[in-house]
T-cell receptor, first 113, second 112 residues
């Protein structure tokens, strides 16, 4: 079946530290991969996506590269800010398209000044 | 644009009571979803509707029913609420393959 595994949190970093949140997936075929972010008290919103192998999604200083050989889509940011404190979800949609997104369990990030 | 609108934002029920969570989207999306979010469990799919007139079970459908009233609206009903249904519920819609989900702001439901 399709599944997403991401590192458990919470992750606590100091401002300007480097961030990596690991995400690996299991899927048949070639899924599209997403990172969503949920700020306190809000719904999820798309952070970035990649639809094929070796694609790099990027937004707001965050990046993730679709690695088919390692079935991974790790989220990185070179210098985090307090405003990046949120819960981050890795997700995939199978190649078939109309199948719903499959989410990981989320990783809570806290950035302290 | 309103996007995805969910009501109510908060609700407290007693065990055995029933209620309907409402969701509407104004983006002409075919697909709509209901998720629940629990600590340490991420988002789990309850039901989804790939198009008007169709609904399918997700990962955790027991205790819930849904209605895709028209293309805009997708409601979630709890016929006899249980404490295990205490959660935050999110509605979402989707324009098509490889596109992002648009989420509502959530409903915090407590069942006592």
């Amino acid at each position: 079946g399709n599944s997403v595994t991401q590192m458990e949190g919470p992750v606590t970093l100091s401002e300007e530290a480097f961030l990596t949140i690991n995400c690996t997936y299991t899927a048949t075929g070639y899924p599209s991969l997403f990172w969503y972010v949920q700020y306190p008290g809000e719904g999820l919103q798309l952070l970035l996506k990649a639809t094929k192998a070796d694609d790099k999604g990027s937004n707001k200083g965050f990046e993730a590269t679709y690695r088919k050989e390692t079935t991974s889509f790790h989220l990185e940011k070179g210098s985090v800010q307090v405003s990046d404190s949120a819960v981050y979800f890795c997700a995939l949609v199978p190649f078939s398209g109309n199948t719903p997104l499959v989410f990981g369990k989320g990783t809570r990030l806290s950035v302290i000044a | 644009n309103a996007g995805v609108t969910q009501t109510p934002k908060f609700q407290v029920l007693k065990t055995g009571q029933s209620m309907t969570l409402q969701c509407a989207q104004d983006m002409n999306h075919n697909s709509m979803y209901w998720y629940r979010q629990d600590p340490g469990m991420g988002l789990r799919l309850i039901y989804y509707s790939a198009s008007e007139g169709t609904t399918d079970k997700g990962e955790v459908p027991n205790g819930y029913n849904v209605s895709r009233l028209n293309k805009r609206e997708f409601s979630l009903r709890l016929e006899s609420a249980a404490p295990s249904q205490t959660s935050v519920y999110f509605c979402a819609s989707h324009p098509g393959a490889n596109e992002k989900l648009f989420f509502g702001s959530g409903t915090q439901l407590s069942v006592l």
